[in-house]
């Protein structure tokens, strides 16, 4: 085994963990849901998780009624779409890394680019972002506002009148 390969069990045993404690919603391995019960519990609507099956991101099974039952893949499949989806990841993208999936680990190469290039527009959005919220921490300290975690208003001054014959 190489030293690259004694690391990367442990740092992805890692991340999953830090992603499992974010999936406070997850179904247990052996439960299954309706898409209601999906829609709560992902922040997806029923619509997009039918627009996300008729386009092919997504494979859900029916029960004998032909009702949809999602699974815990299909629950993480979900979040995968939507994190991908809020770094502004395009739906052709999408598509083509869940092709790639589906067509075995000959294509992780490929997927680790796509994953890689989106990281890097994902670090320079948070770049842009605190960008972003220094200049409004810096005008909201101009107004008065005394900077901290919450960054509350101080406390209004009137203005003292110029004194006479300035």
């Known amino acids: 085994?190489?030293?690259?390969?004694?690391?990367?069990?442990?740092?992805?045993?890692?991340?999953?963990?830090?992603?499992?404690?974010?999936?406070?919603?997850?179904?247990?391995p052996d439960?299954?849901?309706?898409?209601?019960?999906m829609a709560e519990r992902t922040g997806v609507s029923a619509h997009t998780l039918r627009y996300y099956?008729?386009?092919?991101?997504?494979?859900?099974?029916?029960d004998a009624s032909g009702h949809r039952v999602y699974t815990a893949t299909d629950f993480a499949?979900?979040?995968?779409?939507?994190?991908?989806?809020?770094?502004?990841?395009?739906?052709r993208d999408l598509k083509r890394y869940v092709a790639l999936a589906?067509?075995?680990?000959?294509?992780?190469?490929?997927?680790?680019?796509?994953?890689?290039?989106?990281?890097?527009?994902v670090k320079a959005q948070l770049?842009?972002?605190?960008?972003?919220?220094?200049?409004?921490?810096?005008?909201l300290t101009g107004y008065g506002c005394v900077p901290g975690p919450e960054f509350k208003p101080a406390p209004l001054r009137r203005a003292e009148p110029a004194p006479a014959g300035r």
């Open 1 to 28: 085994m190489t030293a690259t390969a004694d690391l990367a069990t442990p740092l992805l045993d890692q991340a999953m963990a830090r992603l499992r404690a974010q999936e406070t919603g997850a179904p247990p």
């Open 77 to 91: 499949r979900v979040l995968f779409l939507t994190r991908m989806r809020m770094t502004g990841m395009p739906i």
């Open 53 to 62: 099956e008729r386009i092919g991101l997504l494979e859900v099974a029916r």
């Open 127 to 139: 770049t842009e972002l605190q960008f972003a919220l220094d200049t409004i921490e810096a005008k």
């Open 102 to 121: 589906a067509a075995g680990e000959e294509t992780i190469p490929e997927r680790r680019a796509m994953l890689l290039a989106r990281r890097d527009a």
């Open 31 to 37: 439960a299954t849901l309706t898409i209601a019960e």
